[in-house]
């Protein structure tokens, strides 16, 4: 886990000094960070009944085709590779943040995954952990009780895998555009 860690780290900085480079100019048109997209937010009307379904149609291909990548001969290095995605889009976007609002993009990031990512970073945590205990369940040779004793501990995993998910989903929906609609009148 340390090496992930630090891994993580490695990129998350190399997605800092990408940002740094392109410049504050390719930072001013990006997406949700821009100014005009900003100011909209903090008036806009969001609906966690309309943006549950969006998500729901954006997070689950993406899940479950990380999930059958995983399930071959790269399962970890499947995890770890999404892992840097997300630690470099992380870097990048906290200096675009900042670029954008000064230090208050440091609280606009907070906003962006509070509190989805209380649920989706465990996900993240226990699907490499379980990638590399599970890997050859059903495998090797032993008895019948120890084969279903493993065959349920995979099925709880997997399950506490897929409560977290929707528990990141639902917050994700419900619960973010509160926070982040706050924010945005904060720092506005």
């Known amino acids: 886990m340390k090496k992930n860690t630090t891994l993580f780290f490695l990129i998350f900085l190399s997605g800092v000094i990408c940002a740094n480079v392109l410049g504050i100019a390719a930072g001013r048109e990006l997406g949700a960070m821009n100014e005009y997209f ?9 609906q966690g009944r309309e ?3 969006f998500l729901f ?3 689950i291909p993406e899940f479950f085709l990380m999930l059958v990548l995983s399930a071959g001969i790269y399962r970890t290095l499947v995890a770890d590779v999404y892992i840097c995605y997300i630690g470099f889009s992380v870097g990048f976007l906290s200096v675009i943040a900042i ?3 000064g230090m208050k993009g440091i609280l606009l990031m907070f906003g962006f995954f509070f509190p989805q990512w209380l ?3 465990p996900v993240l945590v226990l699907w490499r952990y379980g990638l ?3 890997k050859g369940i ?3 040779h032993i008895s019948m009780e120890r084969k279903k004793a493993q065959h349920m501990k995979a099925s709880a995993w997997i399950f506490l895998v897929l ?5 990141g989903l639902f917050t994700e929906s419900y619960v973010n555009p509160f926070f982040l609609q706050k924010i945005v009148r904060i720092i506005g």
């Open 38 to 46: 900003i100011n909209r937010y903090m008036y806009a009307d969001i």
């Open 51 to 53: 943006l549950f379904p």
């Open 57 to 59: 149609y954006k997070r």
């Open 99 to 101: 670029m954008n609002c």
């Open 119 to 121: 649920f989706y970073a």
């Open 132 to 134: 590399m205990r599970y």
């Open 138 to 140: 059903g495998k090797e």
């Open 163 to 167: 409560a977290l998910f929707f528990m």
